[in-house]
């Protein structure tokens, strides 16, 4: 299960997989200019337990579906179901 936004105080991650302890962002254009903040933002949920995937938003609107398909071999079901 894949969950999103969710509140990571003091941070809000674009989406969450619990049982894998993952948090995914979506990195749109405005990360090449937040880079440290990513960084120390990426560091404290790292303390916290969690891995960070961070997948370029170019990704995403090129091909959706292989985004998710990734997704969903780390986190869950096939997407198989979802087609």
Do not use: W
């Not at 969450?16 to 903040?37: M, S, W």
């Not at 091909?63 to 198989?80: K, M």
């Amino acid at each position: 299960m894949v969950v999103g936004p969710v509140r990571a105080t003091p941070y809000t991650a674009d989406f969450y997989c619990p049982a894998a302890k993952l948090v995914i962002e979506v990195d749109g254009q405005i990360h090449n200019f937040t880079i440290r903040r990513d960084e120390a933002r990426d560091m404290y949920m790292r303390n916290l337990g969690l891995e960070i995937l961070r997948i370029p938003a170019a990704d995403v609107m090129r091909d959706a579906l292989s985004v998710a398909d990734g997704l969903v071999r780390l986190c869950g079901p096939s997407t198989a179901q979802l087609r």
